[in-house]
C-alpha cells in the first residue's frame, strides 16, 4: 500500500473502532476495564503499529502524566461523588476510593491521544524525554508530596465542593487557554484531534451509563444534560469530551514536544 492508501485505511478504521467498541461493549456486557481497552486501547494499537518511533515516547510521558493526575483529581473527584466507578475488577483501591483501573484508562486515554495526534498531524521530537521534562515532573512530584501531607494531617481539605468544576478549570481549562494564547498555531491541530476524541468520549459515555459501568451520584454539578435517556454532568462534555485532549497536548508539546 502507498501513503494515500493507508492514510485512507487509517481513517476507515478510526472510524470503525469505536462503532465496534459500542456493539461489542453493549453485546457482551463489558465492564469498565474491558470497555476502555475497547474505545481507547484498539485505536491506540493500530496507531501505535503505524507510528512505531513513537511508541517510547508517547508510553513515557503517559505513565509520568498519568500517575499523579489519576491519584489527586481521582482522589478529589470521587470524595466529591462527582464520578463513581461502580464496580472493579480488583479486590482494592487505593485509600480505599480509587480503582485500579483509573490508573490503567488514564494511561490509555492519555497514550491514544498523543499518538493519535503525533501520527496524524505532528512531526515533533523522537527524542525520549525532552531535558524541559524536569519542569514538569518536578511540580507533579511536589503536588504528590503535598497531597500525601494534607491527606495524612488534614484529608477534611481534600473535600472540595463543585471538585469536577475546580480541578477542570485548573487542570485543563487554564493549561489549554495559557499555551494556546502563546502559541495560537496550534490551535486546529488541537481542534481536529479533540474532534475525534470529542466522538470517542461520548460514545463511551453513553455506552458506559447503559451498563453502569460509572455513575454520577453528587450534586455539585453546574448542571446536567440528558441524551437517550442518560443524564450526566454539563462537566463531562466541557471537560473530559474536550479540554482533557486540549490539556494533555498541551503538557505534551510545552513540556516534551517542540511546540510546532
Known amino acids: 500500500m502507498n501513503k494515500k492508501e493507508l492514510k485512507r485505511l487509517d481513517i476507515i478504521l478510526l472510524i470503525l473502532f469505536p462503532l465496534l467498541a459500542v456493539i461489542i461493549s453493549l453485546a457482551i456486557k463489558a465492564n469498565f476495564l474491558t470497555s476502555a481497552l475497547l474505545f481507547y486501547g484498539v485505536p491506540a494499537i493500530w496507531l501505535s503499529y503505524r507510528t512505531k518511533h513513537m511508541i517510547k515516547k508517547t508510553a513515557?510521558?503517559?505513565?509520568?502524566?498519568?500517575?499523579?493526575?489519576?491519584?489527586?483529581?481521582?482522589?478529589i473527584a470521587t470524595?466529591?461523588?462527582?464520578?463513581t466507578v461502580i464496580v472493579s475488577i480488583f479486590p482494592y483501591r487505593l485509600f480505599g476510593v480509587i480503582p485500579i483501573e483509573d490508573f490503567i484508562f488514564g494511561f490509555i486515554f492519555v497514550y491514544s491521544i498523543i499518538i493519535f495526534y503525533?501520527?496524524?498531524?505532528?512531526?515533533g521530537k523522537h527524542k525520549l524525554i525532552d531535558k524541559r521534562m524536569k519542569y514538569f515532573i518536578m511540580p507533579?512530584?511536589?503536588?504528590?508530596?503535598?497531597f500525601f501531607f494534607v491527606l495524612i494531617t488534614t484529608p477534611e481539605i481534600l473535600v472540595i465542593k463543585y471538585a469536577?468544576?475546580?480541578l477542570g478549570i485548573i487542570f485543563l481549562l487554564i493549561p489549554t487557554v495559557t499555551f494556546l494564547s502563546f502559541?495560537?498555531?496550534?490551535?486546529?491541530?488541537?481542534?481536529?484531534t479533540a474532534v475525534y476524541f470529542f466522538i470517542i468520549a461520548f460514545l463511551f459515555e453513553l455506552t458506559a451509563l447503559q451498563l453502569n459501568q460509572w455513575t454520577f451520584e453528587g450534586v455539585h454539578f453546574i448542571g446536567w444534560f440528558e441524551v437517550l435517556g442518560h443524564r450526566f454532568p454539563i462537566e463531562e462534555p466541557i471537560f473530559y469530551?474536550?479540554?482533557?485532549?486540549?490539556a494533555i497536548?498541551?503538557?505534551?508539546?510545552?513540556?516534551?514536544?517542540?511546540?510546532?
Open 60 to 75: 513515557l510521558f503517559s505513565i509520568i502524566l498519568t500517575v499523579p493526575f489519576t491519584i489527586v483529581i481521582d482522589y
Open 79 to 83: 470524595i466529591d461523588k462527582a464520578w
Open 118 to 123: 503525533e501520527h496524524f498531524l505532528d512531526k
Open 140 to 146: 507533579l512530584i511536589l503536588m504528590l508530596i503535598v
Open 164 to 166: 469536577y468544576l475546580w
Open 183 to 192: 502559541f495560537p498555531r496550534l490551535l486546529s491541530k488541537y481542534a481536529k
Open 241 to 246: 469530551f474536550t479540554l482533557c485532549t486540549t
Open 249 to 260: 497536548l498541551s503538557y505534551f508539546e510545552f513540556f516534551d514536544d517542540d511546540r510546532k
